[in-house]
């Protein structure tokens, strides 16, 4: 039987932690992991197999205030997001947390690509700017939260318990 591939979008910082966490319940006979993950992130680099790990660039930088570079930023991880995507041709993508799920997730709309966007475990309350905007624009097959208070106020994010 072929292995399904995945695709993990690694963040750095607690989203990386937290998807550390989820891979130790992902079988690696089940699946074939490719990784994505900004080149800022040098922790994850650092872990992960160079022929099955692929980089673009952040596309939110919390310190930019202007909207141009923001802008320019975003256009870049989309035009990288793209060769990841034509090169791995995933069946499945799952992120926690990271605005680099965006991109990778608006490639992959109109693939047989399974998308699975996990909001942080810091998100108590509300979605984050990111999960809002996979949330309302579709672009997650399966959204997870962490916080029952979340699902209560999104019908279709789904409270399974923490990831950690």
């Not at 979008?9 to 699946?31: C, H, P, R, T, W």
């Not at 942080?120 to 809002?132: A, E, F, I, P």
Request: one cysteine or more.
């Amino acid at each position: 039987m072929k292995k399904k591939k995945l695709l993990i979008v690694l963040a750095g910082g607690g989203f990386y932690g937290q998807m550390k966490q989820i891979l130790k319940n992902i079988s690696a006979d089940e699946f074939d992991l490719y990784y994505v993950t900004a080149s800022e992130s040098t922790t994850a680099l650092r872990d992960l197999p160079d022929n099955k790990c692929y980089v673009i660039s952040k596309t939110t930088h919390v310190s930019t205030k202007n909207m141009i570079i923001r802008a320019l930023d975003f256009l870049k991880s989309l035009y990288l997001a793209k060769g990841v995507i034509n090169s791995v041709k995933p069946d499945t993508i799952l992120a926690v947390g990271t605005s680099m799920a965006i991109p990778l997730y608006l490639w992959s709309f109109n693939k047989k690509v399974t998308r699975i966007f996990v909001e942080s475990l810091t998100r108590v309350n509300d979605l984050s700017r990111t999960g809002k905007i996979i949330y309302y624009l579709g672009l997650a097959d399966r959204m997870y939260v962490q916080w029952p208070t979340i699902s209560a106020s999104y019908q279709n994010a789904i409270y399974k318990g923490k990831a950690i």
